[in-house]
């Protein structure tokens, strides 16, 4: 599609903006489709209900080969559309939107300089009680789970899924006064692999031990808070079968 005709959509000379030759729709941040990409920073406190928010090439491209969540959009900067072609492709190919704006537009829809390019939106899973999420993995062979008690520093919360995707855990179990493992910095910090390793956040921290024995799996390391002997920040189980 010629690019003037983009344009006119864009700024109201041609109706409804069209896609161009990738699939990609070009559009002003006025249009209630990147709505939901609004004032990040605030929304991230304030919340978006069952929706979150992923940002950076590398967490898109993992919700979209490996990530458990459905891909709701995709928003990027028009400097981006070329050089992650590819990823456009496969965002595409499942019927997903791409949305594109100038880097004004961008910055200004967002809240600030925004200079990652590219943000999705995702629709979160069902949270389901631990004992359900352990009683779902698989029935024979060793087994790794990682459960965090009030484990509130986002990039703690991110950490956890990145260390746990190195040693193989097969799920991570957070209490319900940890962070939230949908919040963009956490995702990031993740490298993506919170969208892959199954994980809830629900419960007290000994309900979550008693799920966990119950599954078959054995307490076998305990990490302390320094500032709380009382109860453990985080407890990496193993199991087998």
């Known amino acids: 599609m ?3 005709k983009v344009m006119a ?10 896609e161009d030759m990738d699939g990609v729709l070009h559009l002003d941040a006025s249009d ?13 406190v304030a919340g978006r209900g069952d929706l979150f928010i992923l940002e950076g090439e590398n967490s898109v491209h993992n919700l979209v080969q490996h990530g458990r969540m459905p891909l ?4 990027v900067s028009e400097r981006r559309v070329a050089p992650m072609k590819s990823l456009i492709a496969a965002v595409r190919a499942r019927g997903v939107p791409v949305y594109a704006l100038t880097h004004e537009d961008y910055s200004g829809l967002v809240g600030f300089n925004f200079h990652r390019g590219v943000l999705a939106c995702g629709r979160k ?12 993995l ?3 062979g060793p087994s790794t789970v990682v459960l965090c008690e009030r484990t509130n520093n986002l990039d703690n919360v991110g950490a956890v899924f990145r260390n746990g995707a190195a040693f193989g855990a097969g799920a991570v179990v957070f209490d319900g006064q940890s962070a939230d493992p949908y919040y963009r910095k956490s995702i990031r910090v ?7 390793i199954p994980f809830t956040r629900r419960g007290a921290i000994a309900e979550i031990v008693d799920a966990a024995k119950a599954s078959g799996h054995v ?4 990490a302390r808070s320094r500032e709380d002997d009382r109860g453990a920040e985080a407890r990496e189980v193993e199991g087998g079968g």
Do not use: M, W
């Open 219 to 222: 307490v076998c390391r305990e």
């Open 190 to 196: 993740s490298g993506g692999h919170a969208l892959a």
């Open 72 to 75: 709701e959009s995709v928003c």
């Open 9 to 18: 959509s864009r700024f109201g000379g041609g109706g409804e903006p069209e």
């Open 138 to 140: 698989p029935a024979t």
């Open 2 to 4: 010629p690019i003037a």
């Open 32 to 44: 209630p489709r990147v709505a939901v990409y609004q004032n990040l920073k605030e929304r991230d």
């Open 125 to 136: 899973l069902p949270s389901v009680a631990p004992g359900e999420l352990l009683g779902a």
